[in-house]
């Protein structure tokens, strides 16, 4: 059973940075898509960021964009987000998740394209 383990959250101040990983296991990655989701209380769960595990591809959502950086280390089997510039409404529980079909290039943003997904990990930013 694939099973993604997230780390890293954490309280911060405005400004600051944070680097999220999500460990993956009985996981095949290579060329399957790999996403960041995120939901704030009261609100419903947005994508942060997708990369397709093959070619690389990544794609952000417009508020993070220029700000968080998506990444993967294969051989660990490792997803990462590195987010700087934090600011009070990213404020969320973050969720590592994976889509379990081969995906040539694109990475969808629907989350109902990913069908594993880790516990989540607290990311409060005060101001």
């Known amino acids: 059973q694939v099973q993604l383990v997230e780390s890293g959250g954490d309280s911060v101040q405005a400004g600051g940075s944070l680097s999220l990983s999500c460990a993956a296991s009985r996981y095949n990655a290579n060329g399957r898509c790999m996403a960041w989701f995120r939901q704030a209380p009261g609100k419903e769960r947005e994508g942060v960021a997708r990369?397709?595990?093959?070619?690389?591809?990544?794609y952000y959502a417009d508020s993070v964009k220029g700000r968080f950086t998506i990444s993967q280390d294969n051989a660990k089997k490792t997803l990462y987000l590195q987010m700087n510039s934090l600011k009070p409404e990213d404020t969320a529980m973050y969720y590592c998740a994976a889509a379990s079909v081969f995906s040539a290039s694109y990475c969808s943003g629907d989350e109902y394209n990913y069908n594993y997904w880790g516990q989540g990990t607290q990311v409060t930013v005060s101001s």
């Open positions: 990369i397709n595990t093959g070619g690389g591809n990544t």
